[in-house]
């Protein structure tokens, strides 16, 4: 059960690279126990991330919407709530650290190692999703314990946080709940439930943050 308990010079190099990844798993239908398949390019990035993935009962697969928040991978519905779940993987692959590794770094360089890259893309992530209403440094994570985010997702660290939806994200949803996963030299993992409105979110959350069919859908292996 889950425990309840900006960016500035060269970093950004490191940032755009990481957002151009945006480029073979198994998903377990917890309704009826049948195997069904992901789409080709979420099954790669489950796969890459070493990452797995289990549909959350009484949910739909819903399209992906193109949008300027935040790029995202898979999408599901909850066919009782009005709330959607969006899912984002990105791989940790070894051409970001020969990138990082084989730069010369100039005084003040600020380009981050891979593995800490997730702090600040968060940050980054979170505020495009507001679509400007807040900024990266008014962005609040509320990290996990360590024995939380091990024994629930198998990552060594991850994070929580909330804030407001612009347009451009959805058009639906002007509210959401944010939970961030990472795992050394694998994966970085972001997972977004859309709420209709904050007053919605806080009505709601409860019945998702202590749902394990919710919450530990996507772990690593």
Request: zero cysteines.
């Amino acid at each position: 059960m889950l425990n309840r308990k900006f960016m500035s010079g060269n970093s950004i190099l490191l940032l755009l690279l990481f957002l151009a990844t945006g480029v073979k798993a198994q998903i377990a239908n917890s309704e009826n126990g049948s195997a069904n398949t992901l789409p080709e390019k979420f099954q790669k990035k489950l796969s890459e991330s070493k990452m797995v993935f289990t549909r959350p009962k009484n949910t739909s697969e819903v399209p992906i919407v193109e949008n300027a928040g935040m790029h995202y991978d898979y999408a599901l519905k909850l066919n009782d709530k009005n709330i959607e779940i969006r899912y984002s993987v990105w791989p940790i692959y070894k051409w970001m650290f020969d990138t990082y590794n084989n730069r010369q770094p100039s005084p003040g360089d600020t380009i981050l190692e891979p593995n800490k890259l997730h702090k600040q893309f968060a940050l980054f992530a979170f505020s495009k999703i507001s679509g400007g209403k807040i900024s990266p440094n008014q962005v609040k994570l509320q990290p996990f314990t360590t024995p939380t985010v091990k024994s629930d997702f198998r990552a060594d660290e991850g994070a929580m946080s909330m804030g407001p939806i612009g347009g451009a994200f959805s058009s639906e949803y002007s509210y959401g709940l944010y939970m961030m996963i990472h795992k050394d030299n694998t994966a970085d993992a972001y997972i977004l439930y859309l709420f209709k409105s904050e007053d919605a979110m806080f009505e709601e959350y409860k019945s998702i943050t202590g749902n394990d069919n919710f919450t530990t859908a996507l772990k690593f292996n």
